[in-house]
């Protein structure tokens, strides 16, 4: 009796691995997570592939009856899919935590996430800093604490791997204001928008972690999939961009290196007006001659 | 006719995807690279798993025959497989970008990676700094370069992934001498070892980046496997702990979460003397505290 909690990876139904799949069989309950990231491809699709029925397992769901989804695991096997890797989002862990403390036994099986497949675009993912989230702006509420984290990471030379917003069964506040309960249609945050934001942030902030019209970025979209979409530029530039459908994701440049650079070319926007290695920049300009410093010093050892 | 580059997880022959596992078999030739890390399962395994031969490719093969392994992909389907993911490292995109440049069609097949199965122990992968690689220090070369990186990332609260030293078929220089080609047994650096060196290094460059006994760190061994090991404690605790057979990495925490807590409290040395977020160091404190600063500015807005 085993809790499985299985990554399905980016693309379709068959991203899943082998032993993913035989873990699937063995099951007696599926349930699917599915509102931190999509599939290309929907639950019948997937229940056709593994022969099973799946449960969807939503943001209510996961949140409130997560007991649902650990406890029938004491009687035979379960399995939680989740697409990309199920260590990439806190909301996996708090179940697995949950399971431990009853002692039901947990397997979890890897797969690729946006946060590996990233590196498809040819820039290292060793030289990633922290990666940040940006959430949809709106009217009264623009907040901007992921500039900071930008301005470290590119401070220390650091690439920026930027997730994007998905609002997945938002409640309808006018609707449930009349008593009914309504979710709005789902959003996920396009590269564009994702631009436009930075490009707001750095007005607001104005440290120059970044600049919008010179800081290399790489637009990338449906990541692991067969249409995926990859493009670099400027934000002034990726901003204008089509990308097509979700998911989207975002890289702000640190410190390119020549083979990174080498990479991007097939990617980049006609005639991008980027400067490489704009990196030194006011506002980040202390800690990177700092870093600099201490670099050279361990270097001459 | 495509140049697939798949990679196949962490550990064993099931680990590969179902569509990597399509393309392998529709394959005329297929290639595993083995010398960036291993898999639990050996070629033979492997190739009775696929129904087909494989070709072993060292690092002279990819390194000086490169062209052996993509230029068959103009005739029919070449697989080359990498263990983990194949964009987690630089040799891949190399001969990705030779591929691009006579037109080969390259189809990359993502799968899990150590970068993201480091999320298992329970610290937050968005949280991660930049990645180092700790190499063997030897008689006269005792490199720490690495030092400085772990001194950014823990000023700016990131956790810090180590990927540890490989020697895998390293030419033997005192039978060289005598004419002969031999190589060394293969070596791979265990958290005892990278426990040690980073003592060294914290005594050698003195700028309390780290603390080796106090800072909370966690060993990992053979992730994504039946077997894994996972044991956190400070690096004074680690280095006589035993983790097993490779591969092996270790984590350097940053600022710490409750969660995070939470979790790794199952995997902790018994009275383990750790201080949590003791990450305002000597070294460090400035960076920490301008990050904190400019956070809670705009955490303002």
């Known amino acids: 009796m085993v809790l499985y909690v299985i990554g399905l990876g980016l693309g379709d139904e068959k991203d899943v691995t082998v032993r993913g799949l035989e873990a699937i069989k063995s099951s007696d309950k599926i349930f699917l997570e599915c509102y931190t990231s999509i599939l290309s491809v929907d639950k019948t699709k997937l229940e056709e592939f593994y022969g099973k029925e799946i449960i969807i397992a939503d943001r209510d769901f996961v949140e409130c009856q997560a007991e649902e989804i650990y406890l029938p695991a004491k009687e035979g096997n379960v399995s939680m899919l989740v697409v990309g890797d199920p260590v990439c989002a806190t909301t996996h862990t708090d179940i697995m935590i949950r399971a431990f403390e009853l002692d039901i036994d947990v397997e979890i099986i890897h797969n690729a996430s946006v946060m590996g497949a990233a590196g498809s675009c040819g820039l290292q993912l060793y030289t990633c800093g922290q990666t940040i989230s ?50 709005l249609p789902p959003r996920y945050m396009s590269v564009n928008t994702a631009a436009e934001q930075l490009i707001e ?3 607001i902030e104005g440290k120059g972690a970044y600049n919008p019209s010179e800081t290399l970025c790489v637009g990338m979209a449906r990541l692991g999939q067969k249409d995926q979409c990859i493009i670099a530029g400027t934000l002034e530039e990726l901003k204008d961009q089509d990308f097509g459908e979700p998911l989207h994701c975002l890289m ?5 290196h020549d083979l990174e650079l080498e990479f991007l070319k097939k990617y980049m926007v006609e005639g991008s007006k980027f400067k490489a290695n704009d990196h030194v920049l006011q506002g980040a300009a202390a800690a990177a001659v700092a870093k600099k410093a201490v670099e050279q010093n361990t270097e001459d050892n």
């Open 134 to 183: 940006i959430p949809f702006f709106t009217e009264g509420w623009r907040p901007t604490s992921f500039y900071s984290k930008i301005e470290y990471n590119r401070g220390g030379g650091m690439h920026t791997l930027c997730l994007l917003d998905i609002k997945v069964k938002e409640p309808d506040f006018e609707a449930m204001k009349r008593g009914k309960i309504v979710y």
């Open 201 to 203: 942030a750095e007005e």
């Open 252 to 256: 702000i440049c640190g410190e390119v």
